[in-house]
């Protein structure tokens, strides 16, 4: 948590007359919607006009969320996010480490911002900024949100579009409250997060109940050819273009894919493989069990990092070519 000095500092910057910017990171999941707009809705409850922006389109099962159409998505309104930034007093760096992680447009806006830079996020290494809130044991940025409203004293500000966004930012990160880094003070917020309005039914069933048929023709394809090497420690997965293309590929079908390769008896690795749409490489997205670390695994070989138990990389050959560079690289690690 911010010291209580910077608490102090932070308080007096939060004031009406400041332009306050939110920003999460390229590819914004659950939590990183979920954390920013939990954190506007506080910031509203103070008198505040705090404006999101993320630097791409999010997935349509996470639009239901309270002024989700309000955010600005810089792909589609460069100048408007661009002044922004520039205009900014304030910027909440929320589920990030880096300012490349949001990207070559927004990235670069970031760094040049004369704005106080604050940032709130769970990823390992976190780059300096005015004042950092890093805690990697944490499974939310949501879950960190909601302690730095409590280190403000404001816990009673919480109202139930509050309560919903952080709800659904630690459902998603957490995997539905089940990985590793779930605590009972997860659970704890958790509970006063229904006790605020969260409708844990409604948000599970508008985040989750909503499969397209094409995510599940190309959740079909990649089951049904799933490799496991490594004496069965490894599971991979992967998708081409091609594929893509022909089974009616709309963003967001492919998340989550990669943990069907942890749930294998066994498994202790997962790696999702899959062609780009536009450009030539590969994205990657890595997942594992216990003390298996795929962060380290990812920035040594694969462009990438996140948390030891998820993170993802970028390659830049033939998805045949990576694949055989993967299996190389896991034999030869020690689990
Ligand atoms: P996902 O597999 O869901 O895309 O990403 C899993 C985790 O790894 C996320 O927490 C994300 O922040 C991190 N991650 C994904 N891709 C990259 C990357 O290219 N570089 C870094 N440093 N982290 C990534
Ligand atoms: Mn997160």
Redesign the pocket.
């Known amino acids: 948590m911010f010291t209580s000095a910077e608490i102090i500092a932070i308080k007096d910057l939060l004031v009406p007359q400041n332009k306050i910017v939110i920003i999460t990171?390229y590819?914004p999941?659950g939590d990183a919607i979920g954390s920013s707009l939990g954190l506007k809705h506080f910031l509203q409850q103070k008198g505040l006009q705090p404006e999101v922006i993320v630097p791409n389109d999010f997935p349509k099962f996470l639009k239901w969320m309270p002024d989700a159409r309000k955010i600005t998505i810089a792909d589609y309104k460069r100048k408007q996010a661009g002044e922004a930034i520039y205009n900014a007093d304030v910027i909440f760096i929320l589920d990030?480490n880096a300012s490349h992680?949001s990207g070559n447009l927004v990235g670069p806006w970031i760094e040049k911002a004369r704005a106080t830079k604050i940032l709130i996020d769970h990823?390992q290494q976190p780059d300096a900024f005015d004042y950092v809130y890093s805690d990697v044991r944490i499974p939310a940025t949501s879950q960190m949100v909601y302690h730095f409203i409590q280190a403000l004293g404001e816990e009673s500000l919480v109202n139930k579009n509050i309560a919903e966004c952080l709800y659904t930012g630690i459902m998603t990160d957490t995997g539905g409250f089940r990985f590793r880094s779930t605590s009972a003070t997860t659970h704890r917020i958790v509970a006063d997060l229904i006790e605020k309005g969260a409708d844990p039914a409604m948000i599970t069933s508008n985040t989750w109940d909503t499969n397209t048929v094409s995510r599940l023709h190309l959740l079909a394809l990649i089951l049904g050819r799933i490799e496991v090497v490594k004496d069965g420690k490894v599971a991979i997965l992967w998708l081409k273009r091609d594929e893509l293309k022909e089974l009616g590929f709309q963003k967001g079908d492919t998340?989550g894919f990669?943990n069907y390769g942890l749930s294998i008896m066994g498994t202790q690795v997962s790696a999702?493989f899959m062609e780009d749409l536009y450009e030539d490489f590969i994205?990657i997205?890595?997942?594992s069990k216990d003390e298996v670390d795929v962060n380290q695994f990812?920035?040594k070989y694969f462009?990438?990092?996140?948390?030891i138990n998820?993170?993802?990389?970028?390659y830049f050959k033939s998805i045949e070519e990576t694949i055989e560079d993967f299996k190389e690289k896991m034999e030869a690690e020690e689990f």
């Open positions: 990171h590819n999941d990030f992680r990823h998340e990669v999702f994205k997205s890595f997942r990812s920035r462009n990438g990092g996140g948390h998820a993170a993802g990389g970028k």
